[in-house]
């Protein structure tokens, strides 16, 4: 479990760690959308060097990067052979037998990787540089305008939050399983169809049995302590946007209207 | 004042069996109370019964002269706090601070207010130290004095452990008994704790024994605990002081019934002076 | 043959900045035929240790000899099939792996995973409820409407029905009554006893080691801090103490009949001896 970067909070004590939640949030949605616009190479280029900018202001490095990158190459790699099946124009670039690589099928590839990467930089900054806590809070706050037209956003973020809080919890209960299964003869690696299946229920009806206890003992725990959905409650973190957090919205914010321009050129 | 009354509660989960069969009792305000029994003999269905968790059947409770129905749940829950029994299932903030601050955000308590309650409140723990530490970071202990701190915050009158020690190591087990004294000594809190442990039982002001739904012993630990022949039929453990006090009674030396080792052997000193 | 941990080394997520240390160069042997207690305070590495024995957890450093067969570090064990049937693991609150629609196939699944055909994995699995005393009649019911010590028994059954030589339990008693856990407890003496099985079980609880263990190995900080008899580590408070572990109350007793200048002799070792010893002594003064 150790080695999945995608999504982790990396606590380090840089610039981008100390913004507003909602700032980064907004940000990374305005930057997300300027992705979108087919801006063409030189939009891209911008676009690269605006986000390896705040890797470099949040103090994260390329290979951790590059790891939340890395389970994206196997989707790469499967687009970029049903482009070269499929994908008939551009340049014949050469022809083995009676197949033709033409060269669209590179650059509509490689015009997909560079927009996923783009995205995997923006939403891995976010989420390495904004703890999980705050993140709720984020969404709950940037939701609550929606609570108007019956958005339930304070329900929505105590269920994040208490799946983030759990979410450790049920990786050790998992790893716990497994190995207890295994002591019984459980092979999850190898073995016949209908013994993997017995091996996967071993795993996953214990797994929702303890899961559904930990459930009521969590409701019973929050409902005694005076939760009620839906009642009115007060909050303890106070979310501050400062000056830097402004800024950070006025750059996205213009990073997008560039982007927006640069396609209506082209 | 009597703090906690119940009269002829019955519950059922389902319509086979009924887990608590017409019981009575009241206890005083400030006391300490443990309720005990073996597993399946309705305790823990007592204290969620009380907490409002569950729904009686019939019967009333009353707990600080409120009785406790629906519509006045509310007020009852802000006189009632509860420990459980797993330390992993109600740690709900994400850092020890958060998770005290949770309580206190339900009961609307002003934002400017909370940091003093919840320094308060983790030091009469002894958590001070560990207030930005995540759970995973903490023991089993650690993490059922926060869920004492949480429930402290809201100032309740009634403080329930349900079966609070029975998940932890000794260590654990010997930070929350010490907690459960000190609050009872220094606090006028009335403590109603459900436990297996001897050591606490004798700790504490009165027992309630409770045997397939119904209370089969009651009184101070040392009526309970030396009433050899109903801790069997009861299937309760006899405490040490009482095994050997009958072992020294077939070999010739008759003492009182003790249900602590000091106090045994305090009598055997007395009577060896005195002979 | 004993068990016989050679300089094993453990290391958790090793290379990570969360790497941490669980044993570091144990060396202990275990004799065959005998319970063990392993005991130490939570995050000593007891759990870890156990967990090498049916090679859940393989040695980083080092080599572990059990039943003829040989984990070395560094190497892929041979056979792992037929030690996880020869050494049978209950984890911590075991009643959390119960997942088929009825007891009686529940306890029988393991069994069937070492190759053993259905209808005398059934049969295996019939002795084993007997065994751990579950009626019947719930044989056939769904193991999840079972209560807690129930669904306890039904776990630690599904191992025995595999037959192993060597049984190793993780707390196997917490969260049980006194009455569980004394079923619990005598239903291991008895397999030690009439089926000369080893056994290992970790625990806390000094009363369960003083009453029905034979050896004591107490570990800390991932090291092997002492390996004797439990009438010898017993003899006296003295190691308890030194190890901040509260001592059987005989024990206790004894320490405190000490205390009140009663002579009470290193080597008794039960209740009545004691009371023995101290009616004599009440009786001289009198």
Redesign the interface.
Known sequence: MGNITLGRYIPLDSPIHKMDPRAKIMGMLLMLVAIFFPAGWIGYAILFAAAACAIILAKLSPTFIWKAMKPMLYMLVFLLVINTFFLKTGTPLFTIGSFTMYSDAIFQTLYIAVRLLLMVMITTTLTATT???DMTLGIEDLLKPFGKIGVPYHEIAMLI??A??FI??LIDETQRIIKAQESRGVDLKEGKFTERVMAILSLIVPLFVSAF??AE??A?????????PG????????LKMEGRDYILLIVCAALLAGMIWLSMRS | MKMIEVKNLTFSYDDTKTTIDDISFSVEEGSYTTIVG???SGKSTVA?LL?G?LEKKSGEIYLGGLELTAANL?KI??L???V?Q?P????????V??DI???????????PE?DEIINTNAARVKMTKYLDHE??RL??GQKQRV?IA??LA?KPKILIFDEAT??L????KDEIKKVIRKLHEESSLTILSIT?DIDEVAQSDHVIALNKGKIAMSGTPHEVFTNEKRLKEI???IP??L??RN??A????KTDAHIT??GL??E??R???N? | MPIRFEHVSHTYSAGTPYEYKALKDVNLEIEEGKITAVIG??GSGKSTLVQHLNALLLPEEGKIEILDRTITAGEKPKNLKSLRGDVGLVFQFPEYQLFEETVIKDVAFGPKNFGVPESEAVERAKKALAMVGLEPDKFERSPLEL???QKRRVAIAGILAMDPKVLVLDEPT???????TVSMMSLFSKLNREMHKTILIVT?DMEQVFKYCDRVVVVENGSIRAHMSVAHFFSDSSFCKEMN??PP??I??KD??R????EIDDRIHD??G???S??????Q??
Not at chain 3, 259 to 262: C, D, H, P, T, Y
Not at chain 3, 278 to 283: E, I, L
């Open positions: 703890k999980p806590l939050s208490i983030l809080r450790p919890d206890q930990r003992d969590l019973n725990a929050m409902e005694a302590r005076g939760y009620a009642e009115e409650r007060t909050r303890y973190k106070v | 073996h597993n399946g969620k907490a968790l509310t829950r802000s009632i706090g509860i459980f797993n992993d299932n109600q740690f709900i903030g994400s850092t601070r958060d601050a949770f309580g206190l955000e339900n009961h609307c308590v002003p934002q909370m759970p995973t023991s089993g869920a949480g429930v809201m029975s998940m190591d000794p260590q654990g297996h299937q309760l453990d040490f002081a095994k050997f072992a020294l077939r070999k010739g030396v080792m000091e052997v305090k055997l000193c009577s060896d002076s002979m | 305070m939570t209560s807690g010590g917490a969260g049980l009554d006194p009455l569980g806390h572990i509260l109350s005989l206790r007793m405190l009949l205390e009140a200048g009663f209740i009545d004691l009371a023995s101290v009616a004599r002594q009440v009786k003064h009198g």
